[in-house]
């Protein structure tokens, strides 16, 4: 089995910065394919960034050249930077992985971008 858990996600005023981090648990050997999503209220679940190890990093288009995925094998972490957030930023925070599709996700942390 494979547990995820996201932290990090708060209140911050826009324009402001958010790190968030994913801890994942148990065995990850066949997890090459890790990612960030977002669910708004009223609105669909949305991918927000995604990384597949050795091979590919992919941004939403609404999120590019601010917000970075990043991963730490060792530490069997993955975290997102978000920089310049925005209220539409506003949303549930999910981390995600899988061997190829999203098979494990985490239960969310919540990210409010208000002034």
């Known amino acids: 089995q494979v547990q995820l858990v996201e932290s990090g996600g708060g209140l911050v005023q826009p324009g402001g910065s958010l790190r968030l981090s994913c801890a994942i648990s148990g065995n990850i050997r066949s997890i090459w394919r890790m990612g960030w999503f977002r669910q708004a209220p009223g609105k669909q679940r949305e991918l927000v960034a995604t990384n597949t190890r050795g091979a590919s990093t992919d941004y939403a288009d609404s999120v590019k050249g601010r917000f970075t995925i990043s991963r730490d094998n060792a530490l069997n972490s993955v975290y997102l930077q978000m920089n310049s957030l925005k209220p539409e930023d506003t949303a549930v925070y999910y981390c995600?992985?899988?061997?190829?599709?999203?098979?494990?996700w985490g239960q969310g942390t919540q990210v409010t971008v208000s002034s």
């Open positions: 995600a992985a899988g061997p190829v599709q999203f098979d494990y």
